[in-house]
């Protein structure tokens, strides 16, 4: 790899190069005091003198590590901000891939002609945590990402609607990579299937990947939807996820319960109340 020259220069290194330049005055360490080396750039025939050496005191390492401290806590809170607002939930914000099908997935993203995902398992599972993951990669790679379960898509696009605007259904249309969370928990009514096959159809036209996660395999999937009667709809949009789709079944485990202190559903922390006779 080629080294990135150092763009600045001491006065010796100046006068040996023959450049024009004034003797520099004594820089003083801000922290500690200690005379340090001036430093300075080569501009239009001349050197102008701008900063110094790090003088290396512990004053001056401490300031330089609680600045990165900040900077660090300030670009965390500036990513943690962009996720959310792409939807995902501060439970899921320091999700991270652990999966090797997603792992495989994002590093074939760029030549995959816009194919998703299809993440099956049971409830607690970790369904939202693999997608939330996946959808963070993305996000920090520079994508326009929305998060959002399938119910909570219908119910802002029918908000769109009363108000309308289209834009409730744009966003979910026009997204780079779109996460629909939970699908088939969703009411399938005519124009909630009319909806999800409008969403679904134009990012399949599109060729934009769209990933699903569902308690469902796909032919399950397909019967929950046309259960009250429209099963064309059902039928174009199982189609169209099994062609654009590869599948991640999740372990049948319930993570939840897992993390639960008594084995099962219920608080993991009970208050003890101590009496002393």
């Not at 009514?189 to 990012?203: C, D, H, K, P, V």
């Amino acid at each position: 790899m080629k080294q990135e020259r150092n763009p600045f220069i001491t006065f010796e290194e100046a006068k040996a190069r023959g450049l024009k330049c004034d003797e520099p005055g004594t820089v003083a360490c801000p922290y500690c005091g200690k005379a340090t080396v001036p430093l300075g750039i080569s501009f239009d025939g001349s050197v102008r003198w701008i900063t110094h050496e790090p003088c290396g005191c512990p004053e001056e390492i401490e300031a330089q590590q609680a600045q990165a401290a900040k900077e660090a806590r300030e670009a965390e809170g500036k990513l943690n901000s962009k996720l959310s607002r792409a939807g995902i939930g501060k439970r899921f914000l320091n999700a991270e891939v652990s999966l090797e099908a997603s792992a495989r997935y994002l590093s074939s993203f760029g030549g995959n002609g816009g194919a998703g995902l299809y993440i099956e398992g049971c409830v607690g599972s970790g369904k939202t945590y693999a997608a939330c993951a996946i959808a963070k990669a993305f996000i920090m790679a520079g994508y326009n990402v929305v998060v959002a379960t399938s119910l909570s898509m219908l119910e802002e696009i029918k908000r769109s609607y009363d108000d309308n605007s289209a834009a409730g259904i744009e966003r979910y249309m026009a997204c780079d990579i779109l996460i629909m969370d939970d699908i088939g928990k969703e009411t399938t009514s005519s124009w909630a299937l009319t909806n999800l096959f409008q969403i679904i159809n134009s990012r399949y036209e599109d060729m934009r990947p769209t990933i699903y996660t569902s308690q469902y395999d796909v032919d399950s999937l397909l019967t929950r939807m046309a259960r009250y009667g429209d099963r064309e709809s059902a039928e174009a949009i199982a189609s169209r996820i099994v062609e654009t789709s590869a599948f991640i079944r999740l372990p049948k485990r319930d993570r939840r319960r897992e993390k639960s202190c008594f084995g099962g559903y219920g608080p993991k922390k009970t208050l003890q109340n101590q009496s002393h006779r």
